[in-house]
């Protein structure tokens, strides 16, 4: 079935987008990956690419709102009115203290995710504890990756055909299990399309 197959509406979607992408980095990070002195080049990149995509009220879009590019990402799709949805793998404050405030100017981010939040059409929603029991994150243990699943789950529901995985990556491994490399081989072992932006 096609995206055309659907007109878009509030049930169907024209457009899912799926972010994934690098936490700002922490001040003491030993080798930089997104340093603050990128933030306004890789904005303007994801800001290039939804505009590409011609991204707009029609569309939804799903994140996590870690500080940098998740935050960039959930900024510039609420500025074109892509309906935001926030997926955590903890509840607020835990996600802020371990996802917003290590980064650089940790205290601004916290403010932006806050910002974010207040204009979304619904609250984050918070993964549970436990993974469901025959789900694809049943035998995953890290909270991490298991947000990753569930971000995917909840977007391919919407038809692989819609979904677009719109990332902010260096092609590299990550810090540690559920990062963006493994959002990216997630999305292309399931048929989503993947749109790269380097850092």
């Given at each position: 079935m096609?995206?055309?197959?659907?007109p878009?509406?509030?049930?169907h979607?024209?457009q899912?987008?799926?972010?994934?992408?690098?936490?700002?980095?922490a001040?003491?990070?030993p080798a930089?990956?997104?340093?603050?002195?990128?933030?306004?080049?890789?904005?303007?990149r994801?800001?290039?690419?939804?505009?590409?995509?011609?991204?707009?009220?029609?569309?939804?879009?799903y994140?996590?709102?870690a500080?940098?590019?998740?935050?960039?990402?959930?900024?510039?799709?609420?500025?074109?009115?892509v309906r935001?949805?926030?997926?955590?793998?903890f509840?607020?404050?835990?996600f802020?203290?371990?996802?917003v405030?290590?980064?650089?100017?940790g205290?601004?981010?916290?403010?932006?995710?806050y910002?974010?939040?207040?204009r979304l059409d619904r609250?984050?929603?918070?993964?549970?504890?436990?993974?469901?029991?025959?789900?694809?994150?049943?035998?995953?243990?890290?909270?991490?990756?298991?947000?990753?699943?569930w971000?995917l789950?909840?977007?391919?529901?919407?038809g692989?055909?819609?979904?677009?995985?719109?990332c902010?990556?260096?092609?590299?491994?990550g810090?540690?299990?559920?990062?963006?490399?493994?959002?990216?081989?997630?999305?292309?072992?399931?048929?989503?399309?993947?749109?790269?932006?380097?850092?």
């Amino acid at each position: 079935m096609s995206v055309s197959d659907h007109p878009p509406s509030p049930l169907h979607p024209r457009q899912v987008f799926l972010f994934s992408g690098h936490i700002m980095d922490a001040p003491d990070r030993p080798a930089p990956r997104f340093p603050p002195a990128r933030e306004a080049h890789a904005a303007a990149r994801i800001a290039e690419a939804l505009d590409a995509l011609g991204a707009g009220p029609a569309d939804i879009g799903y994140t996590q709102g870690a500080a940098g590019a998740d935050l960039l990402f959930a900024e510039a799709a609420l500025q074109r009115g892509v309906r935001m949805q926030l997926l955590l793998p903890f509840e607020v404050d835990e996600f802020v203290r371990r996802s917003v405030l290590p980064a650089a100017h940790g205290e601004h981010w916290r403010e932006r995710f806050y910002a974010v939040r207040a204009r979304l059409d619904r609250p984050p929603r918070v993964m549970t504890r436990e993974p469901a029991a025959g789900g694809s994150d049943a035998a995953v243990t890290n909270p991490f990756e298991r947000c990753n699943l569930w971000l995917l789950d909840t977007a391919l529901a919407w038809g692989a055909d819609r979904l677009k995985l719109v990332c902010l990556w260096n092609g590299e491994g990550g810090d540690g299990a559920g990062g963006t490399a493994h959002m990216v081989a997630e999305t292309r072992r399931r048929g989503g399309e993947v749109i790269r932006i380097p850092p």
